[in-house]
């Protein structure tokens, strides 16, 4: 049985990105190309952590002649929502409050950060009313 949705280790989640960035379906080479502008991969560690997306329910595969095509079935923001709220929950007790003051408290967010923020959050409750 495939899982699906998980939190993926941050390798995988390298792969992820990459094949969201790109035209699907999308071969190992193309997805290799792409990630080897960050640093070098080497193709076979590249090909087993396809197999694991795969496995996991993140990748569909099929055959191409003798090339493998990838196309994503976890949508970037689909996996995004469901990874923040789980870090959310996890390390803040999913308390949005604790976590914006975490990074202002540890200077992650600037003041100029939290009037972004201010300014977004007021325009959420204006366009819901």
């Known amino acids: 049985m495939k899982k699906q949705h998980h939190e993926i280790p941050d390798t995988e989640l390298e792969v992820m990105n ?3 960035s ?3 379906p999308t071969s190992t080479g193309e997805i290799k190309k792409k990630l080897d502008l960050n640093r070098p991969w080497n193709l076979s560690a590249l090909q087993t952590l396809l197999g694991r997306l795969v496995e996991r329910g993140f990748l569909s595969v099929e055959k191409e002649k003798r090339n493998k095509k990838y196309t994503a079935i976890v949508k970037n923001d689909e996996y995004r929502v469901k990874a923040n709220h789980t870090f959310l929950e996890k390390v803040n007790g999913n308390s949005v409050k604790n976590f914006v003051a975490s990074l202002y408290d540890g200077n992650v967010l600037s003041k100029e950060d939290l009037k972004e ?10 366009s819901d009313n």
């Open 18 to 20: 990459a094949i969201w």
């Open 117 to 126: 923020l201010e300014e977004f959050i007021n325009e959420k409750l204006k």
């Open 22 to 24: 790109l035209p699907t």
